[in-house]
């Protein structure tokens, strides 16, 4: 019995898998149960910014683990400081003070929440094709979400406005508006880059309305878009920022950071996780920021990312999309033939809501010779 046999056994049905096992990897590549050496460029959904074994996060988890495994919020910690710390440096001008959670969907959650309950109102503005997570309030403002979302109702009203055009989001959001929600480059709907005078509309809205702008940057935020975080392409900043994904390099962390009037506004038991801001995540944090900064992972995302856009619309590929290691590839047969093809010639890549675009989240620590093969493959493929 194979391990998709044996996962069935035992776990819920609910995920599409590709048909290979992982058993170790380091840097970029994934070896599999069969003795292939796959060059991973889907990252695991975005997570995986440092690749596979760092020897910074090793040493930061097994450092932390002998320390101090877990203590809650009830108590205060110099990691969780430092990692706050480092977050608000790292974060947009003006955004100082975090709040760590465990995944995407939960700090979207939390900024959701936040906004309601300091305005006082009940609708939320969100764009056509956005993923925002599967709780109930992210999911909420998830486009096309009705066909899985399962609660019988959703905790507030959300008007859907086009990706595209600013005007529309300037009629929508007025003074019921509690938030607008955005991804600057929209992760599944296929690495769509938002245009940037959408981006300056909705903080301008938002300013008017008195409603907050939450940047969704769960996939394009932590320098994935060749900028620390992707709003910043637009001068834009926002009043509360979700990450996670890269933000841990494969642990689990998300966290919002938002701007110190908001803070202020947040009393004792507003918020809570248990999990959240525990001391593994934090040194986890601490060090990914660390790393990319040294590491100048920012400056390498956005060089390698021009090069994939300079080599590989090729063979089936007839543009690319996208912002720095968030990358579509539009191709003119679908993506899951091409991907399976790439997987043939052993490089991983992964799908979309769109099903002619190709998703690209590979690890920051490429170099010009992974660039290479992928571009060597693509031609390898029949248009």
Known sequence: MNVIAREAEHLLPVYAQMDLEPIRAEGPWIHTADGRKILDFYGGHA??????????????????????????????????ARAAQRLAEFAPAGLTHAFFVNSGAEANENALRMACKATGRARVVALEHGFHGRTAAAAA??????????????????????????DALRTAVDERTAAVILE?????????????EVLKAARAACDAAGAWLISDEVQSGMGRSGYAFAIERAGVTPDILTMAKSLG???????????????????????????????????????????????????????????????CIVGPVTAIQGAGFLLGLRTSRPARDINRELLARDIMAGGSADPHIVRLLPPYILDDSHVVQLATALKEIAA
């Not at 600057?184 to 940037?196: E, F, K, M, S």
Request: hydrophobic share 45%.
């Open 47 to 80: 997570v995986a910014a440092l690749g596979y074994g760092h020897p910074r996060l090793v040493e930061t988890l097994n450092r932390q683990a002998q320390l101090l495994m877990f203590q809650s919020n009830a108590v205060a910690l110099e990691v969780r």
């Open 141 to 166: 403002v998830t486009w096309g979400a009705e066909k899985w979302y399962g609660f019988p109702q959703r905790p507030f009203e959300v008007v859907f406005v086009s990706r595209e055009d600013p």
């Open 249 to 311: 390099g494969g642990f689990p962390v998300g966290a919002l950071i938002t701007r110190p009037e908001i803070a202020a506004t947040q009393q004792v038991g507003d918020l809570g996780t248990t999990f959240g801001g525990g001391p593994l995540a934090c040194a986890i944090v601490e060090t990914v920021i660390d790393v990319i900064e040294r590491e100048q992972l920012v400056q390498r995302v956005a060089r390698l990312s021009q090069r994939i856009r300079e080599t």
């Open 184 to 196: 600057p480059v929209q992760g599944v709907a296929g690495a769509y880059d938002v245009p940037l």
